[in-house]
């Protein structure tokens, strides 16, 4: 390749590398502005309502349109881009961010608003009918604020106050205005109501004396924020069901900020580190992969935009964790070409070999993983569906961006001829490459010697066996104490949690403590988190007033209102099977997978290594007495998506291995030296894609805030557990079911010419 052709590689690589940079910082503002942050970064609530009809029976309207009656309501809040979605048969969950008045906010969104005028004797005059659509609004009456009410059917309104006015002689003269009257009540009863000063469930009373055939007003003692509120809420039309809450979960602005700002950066410190080592360990590959790295990041948050998804704690925490995913893709393939480098190779034909040896194994880890992420946006809610779409955009940004465009940029500055005579740049030793021109073979195969994995298995099987019956043992011993076989959070158990924080340097359990009991819950359970916050927990899910009363006591003590979280029984349940149902879904899809992609044996060593990560996580909660809570089922559905990641790359080289030997019959022993020497291969890669991606994990629990605590404590657990059962249990199943299952060799169909005469030389030949 001449000089001029090699230098125009140079450029374009120069060229992309400047264009990947000005793009971040051209944009980079604009999407961090139209980013949406969700509740738990924003402050807000989020409500799952159970819906259920009017009159006690089994039909429901189509719950779209009380998905649409909703959203009305919550338009009149002001509220940008609420999460309205329908979850079941009759479910809704509506969260809300940046909403502070979030009591109004219950009435307005739950309230039926069936607007209604009747006479003193409680009979039906008329319903919202006789209304033009969106008649209702704020007016004024002698300077006070009224409800101005637009008649549709002027001449049916003028008969019934006809009617009514002809009652002036014994004082029944009256039309009583009542919003979602239900049957039971009684004008009387409310009347004597408001003459001992409560407040009266109709909305107001008006005398009748003559026939109105006009327009109408309901007056009050209204405030004008009041009067406003009924117009909207009459305008947005009667809610012909009952919403129920099953869960709430409440986060005030300012600890939503501060959680931002901690994990915001525990995630920048972690991925710095991430660049870092790629760097140290892979030179100009590792600066290459760091650079997309920075594009990586910057188009997951140009999609998040695009979409309008909704960024969470757990996204960041997964964006974190995607990072360390995302670098594997490059660290596989810069394995490979080091392995070329070492065994003689050319950089050019390394680089070649080491892309495509790499590539199966990327596309088959990647996709195992967007199969998780799949099933958990199908089956999931809430946090478990937030967490899946960024699992999913990380799987899709990986393949394009440290797959194609990672490779692009490699193989530019490759074809520039910069690096023939610069193997170290790649970050091998060259004193350890042979040369091939004088027959030398290769004696080097990477920094870690090589270990019989197989032999050594069963010491390892032996430590998980061993946590898993500590954590049976430890279970069973609570279980019966009467402290429950697992510490449930309230997601699972039902309850009430509530987050009380200061304004102060650090806060105090007794404190805390002290306060409850004089509001008179003595069998809270306190737990500290960070230095600033003290979680408690009531096993009774509390009402909105008594919650109040608790805000309102802790704001005035601590400085700050607390958070809340209330589940119901119901709730609890329903998580605790939807969490099962999700890991059975996801374990038999990736079987599928896998047993396609390779064998059956492969795809069950799969699922046993996944059975051991996901016990050994709940195992270790178990012994330390962490909370279970629906982080948890997060974490399990990315260690399914992880552990099978680390057990693909090992088994893709067992595969190749096995094939190279061309249908041989192979002996157990056979078997037993590829599994060790597959691993050989590859456990460079395994420890240098664990330490990526613990690493921003270790960050985001040192420093990243102590609301993600269980996420981040269950991931740091179960990425440990999912490299060693790469490592370990994997093979050994797979070993297991070689030794006691007959696989046939594949046997290559050779054709065969079939001829249509014999040949004979001089007379047919």
């Known amino acids: 390749m001449n000089k001029k052709k090699k230098n125009r590689h140079l450029g374009i690589f120069l060229g992309s590398v400047i264009c990947i940079f000005a793009l971040v910082f051209a944009f980079a503002g604009s999407i961090a502005d139209n980013i949406t942050l969700g509740l738990d970064l924003k402050g807000g609530f989020e409500i799952l309502y159970e819906v259920s009809p009017l009159d006690g029976s089994d039909e429901l309207p189509d719950m779209s349109s009380i998905v649409d009656s909703v959203s009305k309501r919550i338009n009149i809040l002001g509220v940008s881009e609420p999460e309205i979605t329908i979850e079941g048969d009759n479910r809704i969950r509506v969260q809300l961010a940046g909403v502070t008045d979030q009591e109004s906010a219950r009435e307005l969104i739950s309230a039926t608003a069936n607007l209604e005028f009747r006479d003193i004797n409680d009979n039906l005059l008329a319903d919202s009918s006789i209304l033009e659509e969106n008649g209702a609004s704020l007016a004024y009456e002698n300077g006070l604020p009224v409800v101005s009410l637009k008649i549709k059917d002027t001449d049916a309104f003028g008969d019934l106050t006809s009617a009514l006015a002809s009652k002036a002689s014994i004082g029944e003269n009256y039309i009583v205005t009542w919003l979602d009257y239900e049957e039971g009540d009684s004008y009387y009863t409310e009347l004597a109501k408001s003459q001992n000063g409560e407040e009266p469930k109709y909305i107001s009373v008006a005398g009748v004396t003559t026939a109105i055939y006009g327009d109408a007003v309901i007056s009050g003692n209204f405030t004008e924020t009041e009067a406003k509120n009924l117009a909207s809420l009459i305008n947005s039309g009667s809610l012909p069901v009952t919403m129920t809450e099953l869960s709430s979960n409440v986060v005030s602005a300012a600890f939503g900020m501060s959680a931002f700002s901690q994990t915001v950066t525990a995630g920048i410190i972690g991925i710095a580190l991430v660049m870092l080592f790629m760097m140290l360990v892979y030179r100009l590959p590792g600066a290459i992969a760091s650079i997309m790295l920075v594009f990586y990041i910057f188009v997951i948050f140009l999609l998040y935009s695009l979409i309008g998804a909704v960024f969470t704690l757990t996204g960041i925490a997964a964006l974190v964790l995607g990072v360390g995913m995302t670098v594997d893709a490059n660290i596989i393939t810069f394995e490979r070409i080091r392995s070329e480098l070492y065994a003689g190779r050319p950089v050019s034909l390394a680089v070649k070999n080491g892309q495509s040896f790499s590539f199966s194994t990327i596309l088959d880890a990647q996709i195992t993983t967007l199969i998780a992420g799949i099933i958990m946006y199908i089956f999931g809610n809430g946090t478990v569906k937030g967490f899946a779409t960024m699992l999913i955009i990380t799987v899709l940004a990986t393949l394009l961006l440290n797959v194609v465009v990672s490779r692009f940029l490699l193989n530019q500055i490759v074809a520039s001829g910069r690096l023939d005579n610069h193997k170290a740049w790649f970050g091998v030793k060259t004193d350890k490459i042979p040369d091939v021109s004088k027959n030398e073979e290769q004696t080097y195969f990477g920094p870690i010697p090589k270990f019989n994995y197989v032999r050594n298995s069963k010491k390892a099987i032996f430590v998980s066996l061993s946590i898993i019956g500590l954590a049976i043992i430890l279970s069973v011993y609570h279980g019966v104490s009467g402290d429950g076989f697992l510490n449930l959070g309230i997601d699972f158990a039902s309850g009430t949690k509530i987050a009380v924080t200061t304004d102060e340097a650090s806060i105090a359990i007794a404190d805390v403590q002290a306060e409850f009991e004089n509001l008179g819950y003595t069998d809270a359970k306190y737990q500290k988190s960070g230095n600033t916050i003290v979680n408690v927990t009531i096993k009774d899910s509390l009402t909105?007033?008594?919650?109040?009363?608790?805000?309102?006591?802790?704001?005035?003590?601590?400085?700050?209102?607390?958070?809340?979280?209330?589940?119901?029984?119901?709730?609890?349940?329903?998580?605790?099977?939807?969490?099962?149902?999700?890991?059975?879904?996801?374990?038999?899809?990736?079987?599928?997978?896998?047993?396609?992609?390779?064998?059956?044996?492969?795809?069950?060593?799969?699922?046993?290594?996944?059975?051991?990560?996901?016990?050994?996580?709940?195992?270790?909660?178990?012994?330390?007495?962490?909370?279970?809570?629906?982080?948890?089922?997060?974490?399990?559905?990315?260690?399914?998506?992880?552990?099978?990641?680390?057990?693909?790359?090992?088994?893709?080289?067992?595969?190749?291995?096995?094939?190279?030997?061309?249908?041989?019959?192979?002996?157990?022993?056979?078997?037993?030296?590829?599994?060790?020497?597959?691993?050989?291969?590859?456990?460079?890669?395994?420890?240098?894609?664990?330490?990526?991606?613990?690493?921003?994990?270790?960050?985001?629990?040192?420093?990243?805030?102590?609301?993600?605590?269980?996420?981040n404590i269950a991931m740091f657990v179960g990425l440990i557990a999912g490299t060693m059962s790469s490592i370990f249990i994997s093979p050994s199943m797979w070993l297991y079911l070689r030794k006691h299952h007959k696989f046939k060799p594949k046997v290559k169909k050779q054709f065969h010419e079939e001829l249509d005469e014999l040949p004979v030389k001089g007379i047919n030949s």
């Not at 209330?566 to 599928?592: E, N, R």
């Not at 094939?659 to 037993?672: A, D, F, I, M």
């Open 544 to 711: 909105r007033d008594e919650l109040n009363v608790i805000k309102a006591d802790c704001a005035e003590v601590f400085g700050v209102e607390p958070n809340d979280t209330v589940v119901t029984p119901v709730v609890g349940q329903d998580l605790v099977h939807d969490a099962f149902m999700l890991s059975i879904f996801a374990w038999l899809a990736m079987l599928i997978y896998i047993t396609i992609r390779f064998k059956w044996d492969y795809a069950i060593s799969c699922i046993v290594a996944l059975l051991h990560d996901v016990l050994i996580v709940i195992s270790i909660f178990a012994i330390f007495r962490i909370e279970v809570n629906i982080a948890l089922v997060s974490v399990i559905l990315a260690i399914i998506g992880y552990s099978i990641n680390n057990s693909i790359v090992v088994f893709d080289r067992v595969r190749e291995d096995v094939e190279s030997q061309h249908g041989k019959k192979l002996s157990y022993k056979n078997y037993v030296t590829i599994v060790n020497e597959s691993l050989d291969n590859t456990i460079v890669r395994s420890v240098y894609s664990s330490i990526t991606t613990i690493l921003p994990v270790i960050i985001l629990l040192a420093v990243g805030s102590s609301s993600i605590y269980v996420f």
